[in-house]
């Protein structure tokens, strides 16, 4: 028998899908990183655990050095069994094309037509001000020079307090103008044009999450003020918690991509994911928490989430069709193909379409998992 029980280890069953032993990984080693106060051996353990049984062959193997001879010969007619092709389970060698969209169904994609210059924003900044203030600085304070004679003494000494306090204020507004100046060719020399942070994933179970990098650079990228991020942790999580996100102004999406059986594939009425009418049990999503979290971490900034969904073998996958009231009203992350999230989302994120909030995308930066500290330092 094998010395460690890695099944136990994780806390799953020995018949556990891959997807469920990499979400119970996640889970405990979140809680077991020595980032995160866990110590360093069971973490390893944690490690060995799920690159054991997250690979096949090799799980295969453990499974038959952990059973008596009877056992393992079973197990391994089951594997045989699982290796053939069936035709109402996933199918492991199926890998989904990148979707082709007729962007003249885009409702949105005309919006920006020959629009390319970005608005750096950021909270704090004077805007005009200075300017403003200056010239009206230059045609109210100097009536008094112009007439001297016709304003009594308490009057000219209420115009020297107010041309102190106008010189004062003006000289503060040019120095935060200049400094906010300073900031953003602080910016644009470290992002310059940059529009893609961190990778996606690049394991073989990630396909889908590529092919979504893919569609969200040929599309999504028309919108000159967005930018798109891939693995991204939550606030006081070492891991890549949400697969995507895409951010334009003050608006932020958080994205899934999964691969499932194909179907249809809808929301019930108590929020519940179906799928051909029935409850879904093949698959869950952390983006609920997901949103949650980002809304604390960005009170001021809206923030949606969506699943996007690939089919696992052959068929069609499809998912109900939604407005932009629909997703007003729903408390739950819809589940949508490609095709539908870069025309609702699309359109969402193109209410402001050429601006880059530089302190919401530094916040969102400091989340994506791998970056260098450099590029999360200065806000």
């Known amino acids: 028998m094998t010395e460690v029980d890695y099944y136990a ?10 997807a469920e032993i990499k979400s119970a990984y996640r889970s405990r080693a979140r809680r077991a990183h020595p980032d995160a ?112 004679s016709a304003f009594p003494t308490w009057l000219m000494v209420m115009w020297v307090l107010l041309v102190v306090s106008a010189s004062a204020t003006t000289v503060l507004l040019v120095r935060r103008h200049l400094e906010s100046l ?49 693995g991204l942790s939550w606030p006081d999580s070492v891991f890549a918690d949400v697969d995507h996100a895409v951010l334009c102004g003050r608006r932020l999406v958080l994205v899934e991509s999964k691969s499932w059986l194909p179907g249809h594939y809808g929301l019930a009425e108590d929020d519940t994911l179906t799928r051909n009418g029935r409850r879904f049990r093949g698959g869950g999503t952390q983006l609920p928490t997901s949103v949650e979290a980002f809304r604390r971490l960005l009170p001021d900034v809206e923030v949606r989430g969506a699943l996007v969904l690939y089919p ?16 007003d009203d729903l408390d739950f992350v819809p589940p949508l193909t490609p095709e539908q999230f870069v025309r609702l989302m699309g359109d969402w994120l193109a209410a402001d379409p050429v601006s880059v909030d530089r302190h919401v995308l530094r916040t969102v930066l400091g989340q994506v998992v791998g970056l260098s500290a450099t590029s999360r330092s200065r806000t």
Request: zero cysteines; aromatic letters at 8%.
């Open 37 to 148: 106060g866990g110590s360093a051996e069971e973490f390893q353990l944690l490690r060995q655990a799920y690159e054991t049984l997250s690979d096949p062959a090799l799980r295969a193997a453990y499974d038959r050095r952990g059973r008596r001879p009877s056992l393992a010969l079973a197990a391994e007619r089951r594997a045989t069994r699982r290796a053939a092709p069936r035709r109402f389970g996933e199918d492991p060698n199926f890998v989904p094309s990148a979707p082709t969209i007729d962007v003249r169904d885009l409702p949105w994609w005309d919006l920006v037509e020959g629009v390319s210059r970005v608005h750096y924003s950021h909270p704090g900044s004077p805007g005009h001000a200075p300017v403003g203030g200056a010239l009206l600085g230059a045609v109210v304070l100097p009536l008094p020079l112009l007439a001297p």
């Open 312 to 327: 696992s073998r052959e068929g069609d996958l499809t998912a109900d069709e939604l407005t932009e009231d629909d997703l």
């Open 9 to 18: 280890v994780l806390g799953v069953e020995r018949a556990a899908s891959t």
């Open 182 to 230: 300073r900031a953003l060719k602080s910016f644009r020399s470290e992002f310059g044009d940059r529009v893609v942070f961190g990778s996606p994933g690049s394991e073989d179970d990630e396909v889908v999450q590529r092919l979504t990098a893919e569609v969200f650079e040929r599309y999504l990228t028309r919108l000159p003020g967005v930018r798109i991020f891939h």
